[in-house]
């Protein structure tokens, strides 16, 4: 790298606009979209999709809710004219769908675009020409009334073809290719010279593309050109001012989303950013941006999954699992404090009176996009006991009391940095029913109790009779207290030398209708001071009391021995 760039490279001009009006407005009307992923994304792939993936990828589209889709550049060649003629011809384009194709301004390659076309309903038919003072200098080594011309002599030709099939509804739409890096007046004075061949009416605009074709400064330069451009046309009521903005610079969401605010109509991109060089706009990301503020984009993004899958498939370009809205852990925490706040922000969304979203560090509910909740909070050694207490309350539905979580938490992080890798659901599962003797070697194992009203006057006024597996052999305990769990305790202590005390102790329901079960939990001191849990499940609340108080004695005896 240059150690003074400024040799090599320019700093892009300010646009004089000192009294722009975007930075004040926020986007509340939807935009016309129109997708180009089966042309500009298409012509950016290693492999070009063939008939078979952009049928399906026009069927995507079609599914998702886009009326514009720009279907390919007939006169490329043999493959896109066909795909393109046979679409027309099968009949399956919907009627409120506009199929849009693209053709260089030369009379060949228009005419060919027009016969591509014969029989549709309805089609744009999008030309260009670059307008730019390097490509006017240095691929064209031309002046600007010869580049004007270019463009007045392909709108004359695209206004005679369209003539010639009057069945058609015709609508038009012109670039001045390269617009970002090209004065602002010289493209004004193009777009204007087109509509007056084509003559624009208010029922049917047309369509002004305004392409960041190399995007060359930052955002806000771009939405002062388009209000700049806003301002001077003519006839602004007549004309559909289209933004299609490129990512060189990584910037390409924030263009559009600027430009809309300085006056744009419609956004042109790809689903998920595909183009030449660092792609097009990512009409998802803006889409749903768009959503997170209150206003619906008219697309529907409510299965993420079959769309990323589709155009993954069609592409065959992975889509990045850290992409907006798409990518797989996009909503997912490994981070402890990330994990409570999520944690925390779930459970004060339960308790809320409407519906309004608030839950730290997801900007969208990610079942709005048909994504599940198990993925939001995931652990890895990074993790900490709120993300341990999410998986196991999304996976078992247990909801462990706070300490709980602490106590847990560290077995987790101990695995965690042994495997040093990240830990499933089957993961965790397996190492709380090892910390808390769940599984079959147990060291006590309930198999059968009852629970009666002692006959004694004193407040030891409960009769617990079981019987349970000690070390395998069953045998029959009993014990007193003022109620079950103290009962449990008593004969626990009185026949097999296990001296517990409860400090704690919480239950809910899991599940809900017939098959619901209840969770009971326990927090024991042992006669040394330390700290056991205990935890059980059950069909019967007492008897998950039951089996909680024989967990944290297996916690016990487990550790002693």
């Not at 012509?43 to 599914?63: C, G, H, S, W, Y």
């Not at 809710?65 to 006169?75: A, D, N, Q, R, Y």
Request: charged letters at 25%.
């Amino acid at each position: 790298m240059l150690q003074d760039p400024s040799v090599k490279y320019r700093p892009f001009p300010q646009v004089d606009l000192p009294d722009r009006q975007w930075p004040a407005r926020t986007i509340t009307r939807v935009p016309r979209w129109l997708s180009t992923d089966m042309r500009d994304g298409n012509q950016a792939l290693i492999d070009p999709m063939d008939t078979e993936k952009k049928t399906r990828f026009f069927n995507l589209l079609v599914k998702l809710g886009l009326k514009e889709i720009e279907v390919g550049f007939p006169s490329a060649g043999a493959t896109e004219f066909d795909f393109i003629n046979g679409l027309v011809q099968s009949g399956d384009i919907p009627d409120d769908v506009f199929i849009q194709v693209l053709t260089q301004a030369r009379r060949d390659l228009i005419e060919r675009t027009f016969e591509s076309l014969k029989g549709a309903r309805q089609a744009i038919v999008h030309v260009y020409n670059a307008v730019s003072p390097a490509w006017r200098r240095i691929v064209f080594n031309m002046e600007r009334p010869q580049i004007k011309q270019i463009a007045i002599d392909a709108a004359k030709i695209i206004r005679d073809e369209a003539a010639k099939q009057p069945n058609t509804d015709w609508h038009f739409q012109y670039s001045p290719e390269t617009f970002s890096t090209a004065e602002l007046d010289f493209s004004l004075e193009c777009c204007e010279a087109v509509m007056d061949i084509l003559q624009p009416t208010r029922e049917k605009p047309i369509i002004l593309n305004l392409p960041a074709t190399v995007e060359a400064a930052t955002p806000n330069i771009y939405a002062d050109q388009i209000e700049w451009f806003c301002r001077h046309i003519r006839d602004r009521d007549k004309v559909v001012i289209s933004l299609h903005p490129h990512n060189d610079r990584g910037t390409g969401v924030a263009a559009a989303e600027l430009g809309l605010m300085a006056g744009g109509d419609r956004v042109e991109g790809c689903l998920f950013g595909n183009g030449e060089r660092t792609g097009n706009c990512d009409i998802v990301t803006v889409g749903l941006n768009m959503y997170t503020q209150g206003v619906h984009p008219g697309l529907d993004f409510s299965n993420m999954e079959e769309v990323v899958q589709t155009v993954t498939y069609c592409n065959q370009l992975p889509v990045h699992p850290r992409h907006p809205y798409a990518g797989d852990l996009v909503f997912t925490a490994f981070s402890g404090s990330h994990q409570d706040a999520i944690k925390k922000g779930f459970a004060a969304q339960e308790q809320r009176n409407d519906q309004l979203w608030d839950v730290p560090y997801l900007p969208i509910d990610p079942a709005d996009i048909g994504c599940s909740y198990e993925a939001v909070i995931r652990v890895n050694s990074q993790s900490g006991k709120g993300g341990v207490a999410w998986v196991l309350q999304q996976d078992k539905g247990l909801k462990l009391p706070k300490r709980m979580q602490a106590d847990f938490s560290r077995v987790v992080q101990d695995l965690a940095d042994k495997t040093s890798r990240e830990l499933v659901a089957s993961d965790i599962w397996t190492a709380f029913e090892g910390h808390y003797c769940l599984g079959t070697d147990q060291p006590f194992k309930l198999i059968d109790y009852q629970e009666t009203q002692s006959p004694h006057a004193s407040g030891s006024n409960r009769l617990f009779v079981g019987k349970i597996l000690m070390n395998g052999e069953e045998r029959s305990v009993s014990g007193r207290g003022n109620g079950l769990i103290s009962s449990v305790l008593d004969a626990l202590r009185e026949n097999c030398g296990i001296d517990l005390e409860v400090e704690d102790y919480s239950e809910h329901a899991i599940g809900h209708g017939s098959d619901v079960q209840a969770a009971a939990y326990v927090e024991c001191k042992a006669a040394d001071g330390k700290k056991i849990f205990g935890v059980g499940m059950d069909a019967d609340v007492a008897t998950a009391s039951v089996q909680a108080i024989l967990s944290a004695a297996n916690g016990l005896a487990t550790r002693e021995n």
